[in-house]
């Protein structure tokens, strides 16, 4: 019995223990609920005088509002009411002049009514004499308004003066173009490392409307820096709006990209083709005139870096637009990379086959046995110029 209540003992002090550590966490519960209501009360308040110092705010610009409505009101009502007095005053002059005019060959004709039953052969002769002094001075009138008409303004002086043909702009592979050879109505501008939104900077309104054809080549910094074919295709976009929106008789050009060693442009090239479809715009394709029938790049026409061209290359460039565009002096446009001359043969065949076909590259006038990269592809050995030498060229 004694170890019964003993443990009765336990249990009862254990459970005093636990509901006084129960009362403690209630009571600090009860603590935290209290601080809790203490804020949103103060949160509370706060709201609702930021939401009163809103409303004072909002009323206090609707007066302002109100106040400027009401001086613009009244100062347009002042300018329209000094419009129309001006205008009933300007009405007013001119139907007092038209009225004066009317007036004075009534007079005359009158007076003439008068005097031409004492006078008759003599109202004759004058009226004779007026009517011819008449029609001189109309036709002196006449003269000279047609003189006027036909002379032209300052304005028209100087878009005579200035007004040029076609513009070429772009980046780099432009520089090589030589001014002599061209039209003296052809202009070249260069934006070495430009892009398209960068030439747009530079085209200002007056060189818009300066020309009727500007031709554009300027991909080859899209295609080094690896740019996407949106950005391409947006910014050609823009550059063809913003030139029709400053001159809508001007014909845009564009050009497509040549071929580089460090990238493929051909994916360029399509969303540039797009963009002319779609903005109907005219294509020059200049890509086609450095490649071969069967796909490979003329290396003869670019520098050792393979991106940009040397005199030749130029001058095929300038070739293919102008296969579209009339740009040079004397040129024919039949100066293109398909007709290329190829290296003499080793046996009596004669050099130039005419309307034959080669196998190897795909061009014509020889044959593929007179084809130079027979001879020189791949590193292969050639006997040219009287000594058996290497060919260092392209692959």
Request: glycine share 6%; charged share 20%.
């Amino acid at each position: 019995m004694k170890s019964i209540s003993s443990e009765i003992n336990e249990i009862k002090s254990e459970m005093r223990e636990h509901i006084l550590q129960t009362s403690t966490q209630l009571a600090e519960i009860k603590d935290i609920v209290c601080g809790l209501k203490h804020q949103h009360t103060l949160c509370c308040c706060d709201m609702k005088n930021n939401l009163k110092d809103v409303s004072s705010n909002s009323e206090s610009v609707k007066t302002q509002m109100c106040n400027m409505n009401e001086g613009l009101l009244k100062r347009w009502q002042s300018f329209s009411e000094s419009i129309e007095n001006q205008m009933s005053k300007i009405l007013t002059q001119q139907t007092i002049s038209l009225n004066k005019f009317m007036e004075t060959p009534t007079r005359s004709y009158e007076d003439i009514s008068n005097n031409s039953s004492s006078n008759a052969p003599k109202t004759n002769s004058t009226q004779n004499k007026d009517q011819s002094s008449n029609n001189e001075n109309t036709n002196d009138s006449s003269s000279v308004v047609s003189e006027i008409q036909k002379t032209p303004t300052k304005d028209q002086r100087s878009s005579q003066t200035v007004t040029r043909q076609t513009l070429i702009i772009g980046d780099s592979i432009l520089k090589g173009i030589n001014k002599s050879g061209l039209k003296t109505d052809v202009d070249v501008l260069t934006c070495p490392g430009k892009k398209l939104h960068e030439i747009q900077s530079n085209l200002s309104r007056q060189i818009a409307t300066k020309y009727n054809n500007i031709v554009v080549y300027a991909w080859g910094n899209y295609a080094a820096l690896g740019s996407a074919r949106s950005t391409l295709y947006n910014d050609g976009e823009s550059l063809i709006l913003d030139i029709r929106r400053k001159s809508e008789s001007c014909a845009v050009y564009l050009c497509t990209a040549c071929p580089r060693i460090d990238t493929d442009v051909l994916p360029l090239n399509e969303s540039l083709k797009r963009t002319g479809i779609d903005m109907t715009a005219r294509i020059i394709d200049c890509h086609q005139a450095f490649v071969f029938g069967n796909g490979n790049t003329a290396r003869h026409y670019y520098h050792r870096d393979g991106i940009h061209l040397n005199a030749k290359g130029t001058s095929a460039l300038v070739t293919a637009i102008n296969q579209q565009l009339p740009i040079t002096r004397h040129g024919s446009g039949k100066a293109s990379v398909n007709e290329h001359p190829q290296i003499a043969s080793f046996t009596n065949r004669s050099r130039w086959q005419q309307g034959n076909k080669c196998t190897v590259c795909g061009l014509r006038n020889h044959s593929a046995e007179d084809c130079y990269r027979n001879r020189w592809g791949a590193g292969g050995y050639s006997y040219y110029h009287g000594r058996y030498r290497k060919y260092r060229g392209q692959r």
